[in-house]
């Protein structure tokens, strides 16, 4: 991931749109982040962070702590960052949840989170935006994590390497360091799997103590002391079933003997009660052969009333015809009577009715008369709902003009009081730049305060050094003086002894190794105090190093004096521009003269507003009046012409009333009057025609009667003759079947059922008869060579034997109850044996590995700081590396191999091998600025490790945050050395930092700009 692009409005100490295009850099990666202390350059790495996971570096900001103080209310919290990911390029917006000022009224706003992810591979330019991604945070989100290939964690700890942290994880203790490592390797698969062991480890012990209390349990229930008599106890208890099994063997068949004797005997009784049975019943069917005989004389007088049933069916319908035709016959002839009299007065009713002609007439001409006057009825109700309607519409009118010409009114009057809010705060808000200008002026003179405090006291400072150093130039003089003076006494007391050491040297007539003569006149004298080579060259040494200390001290005098005159030449600047000579309680003075014009600044800028907002609602209204003045003359035209529609309505509704008789204007008259008109004609209409039906029905009724009667006196005669031939044939079949007479026919006759009833009981009492000899003959044959036996006696012994056979069924039960019981059990038993078995051997096993898995070994290491230990070790191998160059081949990280503080697990403890004494020690003894450079080894190394097991991904931009400022000239050269060169390959490093230092060295730097008003950012580029 590299990043191109950053915008962040209304973020940390931004207030408005900050733009920071990484793409300036161009082809100088590596750039310093520089600020004072609070203006906002790790918000530059927080606001990466928030807008790729929607959370800060640090998790030290949460909802509203992302939005800027110093941000106008209109301005929205957000973030847009582009980055490049190989040859992709992709933007991601955020805007995080948080309130901010209402734009009108008082009281917060809360603006709801959102998150938007385009790809911009192909975009030509800044404004595009791209193909859409993703939109939501919970989509979003996900998504980076899949582009990028880390988590938000992870990410901190690779990419930006917050101040601190290293540190922290440098000097923690092993538990401390082993709880920072679990949140950057994804360990707890291993955790899980010594958590297993242990977890499988202490079951299996558990199962081992359950199984041990199931055996005891089993013993328990078993009734045996020792495990080594329970195979006896087994064997005692199936012996005893077997011999149980032998005796109910043994029982059975003298209980099946027993039964089969009784059950004989038994029968025979049976045998011999049956003979006597049927011969009572044998005499008992014999005494019924004298109703059998009576039954069949009743059957076979039946049988022959049945012949004669349909004959005497005929002449009953014969005499029922006959008996009908007469009835009708006379009938007829009184109908017949009955409508001659209804024909005569039919005609006279109808003679009357035609006699009221002139009646009828009169009814039709009222109801033509009435039925002309319904269609102006109409016209005039009509008339009167559009009249109706009209006025309607006309009071409608009137309100809606009414109504308009109000708030048209009111509109007016709000006008003219917005213009005259506008007109009042005009001239303040006019001079808001006037004032901010002000402000700006009296916070310049309050800063140009601020900065000249501290430069006197500097100042002071300063002019104690230059006195310092020029009286240690004054020290140093005179010590050169007195070292001069005794290196040349020295020079000339060995350069007087080396004479007197030649002299010695010289032999007769042997040339001088000086001048070359062999003459030796004068030679010099020998002396005593002769100082040595070594004290002349010792001398000389200290007189340099004394010229040198001397012109250190000069140099560092008058670096210190023109420093101390440069800020003397600032102090005289800012007391000119400040012209507060002789002032007392000048800042205070300031300050709230700055509070005045900060406080006439926040009136202007409310005026302002106020004043652009009555602005905004004077356009408004304005546009609102002029509608209103348009819709007020809609109104008043719509008005006329609903009053002229009225007018005209009404005068036609007059008219038609005019028209129509004053009797039938009321509502229902008409409808009321021709209904009765309507009714008394019909009335007469229909009378005549009820009384012409009624005539011409008299006729046809009298015409009726008379046929009928002709007719049922021609029926009723030829129903006699049928009758009396009926009759005829029926006594002649009475007479034929041997019957008397008719009563007697009567009396035999049976319905077809009950003659199959007797019937059917005179042969089932043959067939009882028969059957009861034949069971009797049976039975004697059965029975006659059987005699009587006592079955009772038999029954008690066979009684006795079964009592016997279901002791011994359930005393074998019992046992078969207690052998199942004994024998599942000590199978039971001999399973859990086995378990146990196979439990010991994996307990030993399982054990040894699940203790040494959870630390139970030399050096408490678990299994997970195991895995931890060989992450730890990758990393320290790279950090070493690092630190092998910063620290000009001196340290070297390495992980302890016993542990510091025997009290607490080890595995994880550092420590540095230091190459000058040949000796590990503490990571703890390392000073300040070493103690720096190991962190950022560590945290380089991390970075590494990191990188490569998530997967290998190739990350071009690393940001460091802060603690150069512990570091020496030296050292920072190196550490700065180091980080240049993870340049290569196009890598991006930000170092953020306060120190000056840097500032020099790195001339490519992003500086942020703290003012009262926030903070800004310019990139410097050399």
């Known amino acids: 991931m590299k990043p191109l692009r950053l915008v962040m409005r209304a973020f940390g100490p931004f207030p408005g749109e900050e733009v920071v295009d990484f793409r300036e850099l161009g082809d100088q990666p590596f750039f310093l982040i520089h600020g004072v202390t609070g203006s906002g350059k790790t918000t530059i790495l927080d606001a990466i962070c928030l807008a790729l996971y929607g959370d800060d570096s640090s998790l030290a900001r949460k909802g509203s702590g992302f939005r800027s103080d110093y941000a106008d209310p209109r301005t929205a919290t957000e973030i847009v960052f582009d980055f490049a990911l190989g040859k992709d390029r992709y933007r991601i917006q955020r805007i995080p949840q948080h309130q901010r000022p209402k734009l009108r009224g008082e009281g917060l706003r809360t603006v709801p989170a959102e998150a938007t992810l385009w790809r911009r591979t192909d975009t030509q330019d800044d404004v595009q935006e791209g193909d859409l991604l993703a939109t939501q945070s919970k989509n979003v989100t996900p998504r980076v994590e899949e582009l990028i290939g880390f988590k938000c964690a992870q990410f901190r700890q690779v990419v930006v390497l917050p101040q601190g942290e290293f540190r922290k994880l440098l000097l923690a203790n092993s538990s401390d360091r082993e709880s920072i490592l679990e949140r950057l390797f994804d360990v707890d698969v291993y955790r899980r799997i010594q958590e297993a062991l242990k977890q499988e480890f202490t079951q299996v012990n558990e199962t081992g103590h359950r199984l041990k209390e199931l055996k005891s349990e089993i013993l328990r229930q078993c009734e045996v002391e020792q495990e080594s008599d329970f195979p006896a106890k087994v064997e005692e208890v199936r012996a005893a079933t077997r011999r149980a099994s032998t005796e109910l063997a043994r029982l059975q068949k003298s209980a099946e003997e027993k039964r089969a004797a009784f059950e004989k005997a038994r029968s ?8 006597t049975l049927a011969k009572e019943d044998y005499e008992k069917t014999k005494g019924q052969k004298l109703r059998f005989a009576s039954d069949r004389k009743l059957l076979e007088a039946a049988r022959n009333a049945q012949a004669l049933v349909e004959i005497k069916n005929h002449l009953d319908q014969r005499a029922h015809e006959h008996k009908e035709a007469e009835k009708q016959k006379a009938e007829a002839c009184g109908q017949l009577a009955t409508t001659a009299a209804a ?59 009414s109504k308009a010409q109000k708030e048209s009114q009111q509109t007016k009057e709000t006008l ?7 007109e009042g705060v005009a001239e303040l808000a006019a001079s808001y730049d006037s004032k901010k200008q002000a402000q700006a002026e009296a916070q310049t003179q309050l800063l140009k305060w601020e900065e000249l405090c501290p430069l006197q006291e500097k100042a002071k400072a300063s002019g104690l050094s230059v006195k310092a150093s020029e009286k240690a130039v004054k020290e140093r003089g005179k010590l050169l003086t007195k070292a001069r003076e005794r290196e040349a006494s020295l020079r000339e007391a060995w350069q007087a002894g080396q004479a007197s050491l030649l002299a010695k040297e010289l032999q007769p007539e042997q040339p001088c190794p000086v001048c070359g003569s ?12 002769t100082p040595s080579k070594d004290s002349l060259d010792s001398q000389r040494s200290t007189l340099e190093a004394l010229e040198k200390d001397l012109e250190q001290a000069r140099d560092f005098a008058q670096t210190t004096q023109q420093a101390h005159i440069v800020l003397q030449a600032q102090i005289d600047s800012l007391l000119r521009d400040l012209a507060c000579q002789g002032k007392k309680d000048f800042a205070a003075t300031l300050q709230k003269e700055l509070e005045r014009r900060s406080f006439q600044l926040e009136q202007a800028r409310e005026a302002r507003e106020q004043h652009q907002h009555l602005a905004e609602e004077l356009e408004t209204l304005s546009k609102r009046q002029k509608t209103l003045d348009v819709e007020l003359t809609t109104q008043q035209k719509n008005l006329s012409q609903a009053e002229s529609t009225h007018s005209e309505i009404q005068g036609r509704y007059k008219e038609r009333l005019a028209a129509l008789p004053e009797a039938i204007r009321a509502p229902g008259a008409l409808e009321e009057a ?15 025609l009820t009384l012409r039906e009624a005539s011409a029905k008299a006729d046809q009724l009298f015409a009726e009667a008379t046929s009928a009667a002709k007719n049922a006196e021609k029926t009723e005669g030829r129903g006699a003759k049928q009758l009396q031939k009926q009759r005829d044939t029926f006594l002649k079949a009475l007479a034929k079947a041997k019957f008397s007479d008719e009563a007697e026919f009567l009396a035999s006759v049976r319905d077809e059922a009950e003659i199959n009833r007797l019937d059917q ?26 005699s009587a036996v006592d079955v009772t006696a038999l029954e008690e012994v066979l009684q006795k034997a079964v009592l016997a056979f279901e002791q011994a069924t359930q005393e074998k039960g019992a046992l078969d109850q207690k052998w199942n019981q004994l024998s599942t059990l000590y199978q039971r038993f001999q399973e859990f044996e086995e378990e146990l078995k196979q439990l010991r051997t994996r307990y030993t096993s399982l054990g040894d590995i699940a203790e040494k898995a959870n630390g139970t070994n030399r050096l408490r290491l678990t299994f997970q700081r195991f895995v931890l230990a060989a992450f730890l070790d990758n990393v320290l191998e790279l950090a070493s590396v690092s630190l092998h160059k910063m620290s000009k081949g001196r340290y070297h990280l390495r992980r302890a191999d016993e542990s510091q503080d025997k009290r607490s697990a080890g595995g994880l403890d550092l420590v540095v091998f230091d190459a000058q004494t040949g000796v590990e020690r503490p990571v703890s003894t390392l000073s300040g600025g070493e103690s720096f450079l190991a962190s950022l080894a560590l945290a380089l190394g991390l970075a590494e490790v990191v990188q490569h097991y998530a997967g290998g991904i190739k990350l071009d931009a690393i940001f460091i945050d802060e603690g150069f400022g512990t570091l020496d000239a030296d050292a920072l050269d190196l550490a700065i050395s180091t980080l240049l060169e993870l340049r290569q390959g196009g890598r ?16 490519t730097r992003l500086e942020i700009v703290s003012t009262r008003q926030g903070s800004t950012t310019q990139f410097h580029l050399p």
Do not use: C, W, Y
């Not at 025979?268 to 003979?275: P, S």
């Not at 003219?416 to 506008?422: A, I, V």
């Not at 021709?674 to 009335?683: E, F, G, K």
């Open 416 to 422: 003219e009081s917005k213009r005259k809010q506008r």
């Open 761 to 786: 009981t005179l042969r089932e009492g043959e067939q009882k008869l028969s059957a009861a000899k034949d069971r009797l003959t049976r039975a004697e044959q059965a029975a006659s060579e059987l």
């Open 674 to 688: 021709l209904s009765a008109a309507t009714t008394l004609r019909d009335q007469f209409e229909q009378t005549l």
């Open 268 to 275: 025979d009784a049976e045998k011999l009660k049956a003979v």
């Open 518 to 529: 062999s003459e030796h006149p004068h030679p010099a004298p020998a002396t005593e105090k």
């Open 343 to 401: 024909q005569k007065e039919a005609k006279l009713s109808l003679e009357v009715e035609l006699a009221n002609e002139s009646l009828r007439e009169s009814a039709r001409s009222e109801v033509l008369r009435l039925t002309e006057f319904r269609q102006r009825a109409k016209e005039l109700g009509n008339s009167k709902s559009e009249l109706t309607e009209a006025e309607a519409r006309l009071t409608s009118h009137k309100e809606n003009f």
């Open 988 to 1003: 991006m490093v930000g170092v953020i930092s306060h120190v000056a230092e840097l500032r020099e060295r790195i001339q």
